[in-house]
């Protein structure tokens, strides 16, 4: 079973456009995490959220964390060939005492030039 | 400063075989964590060592272990190995435990591991 699960699992946009990709759960996360994997590499940390709500921007990228810690959501304004690569989530959840970083499956974007 | 360094950097190897995979953390962090990444099954956490002691334990069978030295430099083994053990195997590296809330993650660049 797959707690964070992450849609659509592949998007192809031409630059320039805008796009909205999401990442839900049933759990309530403590924290929650975005990364940007490119081919070759590891993933990359863009952003952490940690309050039910909150909003952050990281130049054309906006990050929002859901009221109930549940859910959030990553969108980009006039995406750029530089956007491409897999995001992943990320939410730290207890369990049995530790905290655990889990992983969505990712959402693999491509920008058309 | 230098990044987290993974070696090697692709691996073949057979059925049965066992396998030590190497991470060297970013000077000064003291947390090391390995995840496997699949195509089927997405990124998942294998275990997490800090101050040479594991603190965080995934669901993986026990012929994934591993461990950290004193300088934090940690190494992975994988015994009689399966053909879905090929993956993509990731460390990262933190200053402190994984288990605060704001803690960042630094990953390397991963060992491609093949299981013919």
């Known amino acids: 079973t797959q707690l964070l699960e992450q849609s659509p699992q592949f998007l192809s946009i031409q630059e320039g456009e805008n796009l909205t990709v999401y990442c839900n759960s049933s759990?309530?996360?403590?924290?929650l995490q975005w990364y940007r994997q490119e081919p070759g590499e590891g993933p990359v940390l863009l952003v952490t959220?940690?309050?039910?709500?909150e909003v952050k921007k990281l130049k054309r990228l906006t990050f929002q964390f859901g009221d109930a810690r549940k859910d959030s959501s990553l969108h980009i304004t006039a995406a750029q060939p530089g956007d491409t690569g897999l995001y992943l989530c990320?939410?730290?959840?207890?369990?049995?005492?530790?905290?655990?970083?889990?992983f969505g499956t990712g959402t693999r974007l491509t920008i058309i030039p | 400063k230098a990044g987290v360094t993974q070696t090697p950097r692709y691996l073949i190897k057979t059925r049965g075989q066992q396998v030590t995979l190497s991470c060297s953390p970013i000077?000064?962090?003291?947390?090391v964590s390995w995840y496997q990444q699949t195509p089927g099954q997405g990124l998942q956490f294998l275990f997490e060592?800090?101050?040479?002691?594991?603190?965080n334990k995934g669901n993986f069978p026990g012929r994934f272990s591993g461990r950290q030295f004193s300088n934090s430099r940690s190494e992975m083994n994988v015994s009689t190995l399966e053909l879905g053990d090929s993956a993509l195997y990731l460390c990262?590296?933190?200053?402190?435990?994984?288990?605060?809330?704001?803690?960042?993650?630094?990953f390397g660049s991963g060992t491609q591991l093949s299981v013919l």
């Open positions: 990262a590296s933190s200053p402190r435990r994984g288990a605060f809330t704001n803690e960042k993650l630094f």
């Open positions: 759990s309530v996360f403590s924290s």
């Open positions: 959220v940690v309050t039910g709500g």
């Open positions: 990320a939410g730290k959840i207890r369990d049995f005492g530790n905290e655990k970083l889990t």
């Open positions: 000077s000064g962090h003291r947390s």
């Open positions: 060592y800090f101050s040479e002691t594991q603190r």
